[in-house]
């Protein structure tokens, strides 16, 4: 990771990292500065080939001051906060495991860093960025420190550090659903026990290998108002919500347990069912809040339905159930399907969601509809049509189709965000 500009060595390195979403749903936190949560969680990590966090961070002794700029715009990095902890925690772990060990390295953890980080989805779109963003800055300051190797990009075979569940209790420190980040593939938080959080960390369930058809749509609803954020509205939900208690102690438990064996035998159905349930329980811990909180609107509970009403007509045909909708803190719906049901659960959509794909085009990684724009096309047989309206045009704004994918990249050169001077180019 060293390169020479002109005469003095460059200490530099560019990585990117995964948007996750759970299954499992993450909200509340039993101590709110090391984030550690009240329940375990579990997620699918999607692929970076279609969303992902780019950072870059350097490291000189010429430097004056840690500096960050989120999509090119420079932050205030507050002491103590969340950024400033994880670098804190990231320069800690370089000085012990690797300073200390070889008095010869140069002594990055008493340098100055410039970080720049990118999203190469609009946060207009509404996604998260906190997660991806988070685990790309452990990614590549840890790379940049010698304490890991996330795979180069591209790989032929993607294999995860051996120390990643260590780096991810770095990453859970700046957004909780972060430390999820740092792997492909199937992902669960354990929240661990211990009060200094040691014990709160990530590990993988499964590769992305394992299950390499699950697909994702999400549909990008139209909100137009700002919602309560996660960080403000899961602890009003701890302060006062009856029903997160039986959630903690019973009701996560035990999903946590058929979830994972769901995965580990690839089993769609339960899969399916356990995700909606959990999705649905953590909607209903929100309206449980007081003053209740609110994230799904009437376009997404109308998704509700149409993927509701798909799965009664599929199991009466075929026995099986096809898609699984949840949804975060806020209105988008993801979808998690085999690929073969993507073009279908599109076309449905497309008759009761007009898109205007010329101003929002789809990004058809899939390749599912050649030339020409996706539309709709005949219902399924036997499907009630009347389980929604039909919307007016953009309710879903945008359709991204992605799938299950691998943890942090370490990316070459020619990605890096920052110019020679250490400012973002
Ligand atoms: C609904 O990780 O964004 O997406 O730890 O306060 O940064 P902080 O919260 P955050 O919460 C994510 C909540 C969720 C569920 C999930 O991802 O598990």
Redesign the pocket.
Known sequence: YLTSSLMSPVYQVTASAPV???C????G?RD?TL?L?TNS?L?VTLSQDNLRSTTTSRSSSSFEKTRLWLNGVEEVIKPGA?LDRCLAELRRMRKENVEDKDPSVPKLSTWNLHIASYNNFPTAAGL?S??SG?AALTASVAALYGLNAFPQHPSSSYSPPADASQLSLIA?Q?????C?SLFGGFVA?EMGKDSNGRDSLAIQVAPESHWPSLHALICVVNSGKKGT???AG?QETVLTSELLKSRIKDVVPSRMSSITQAILAKDFDSFAKITMQDSNQ?HAVCLDTFPPIF?LNDVSRAIIAIITELNRVSVEATGHLVAAYT???GPNAVIYTESENIKTIIQLLLNYFPIDFAASPFNDSFQLFGVGHPSAAPFPKGFNENVSRVWEKDSIKGLIHTKIGDGPRVLGEEESLLNVEGIPK
Do not use: L, Q
């Not at 499992?24 to 909200?27: E, H, L, R, S, V």
């Not at 700046?174 to 972060?178: L, R, T």
């Open positions: 996750n979403i759970a499992i749903k993450y909200w936190k709110t984030i949560p969680s997620s969340r998260a906190s997660a988070f859970r700046g957004s909780g659903s972060a999820r938080w954020s996660s960080t899961m953590f994230y949804f975060d803190a």
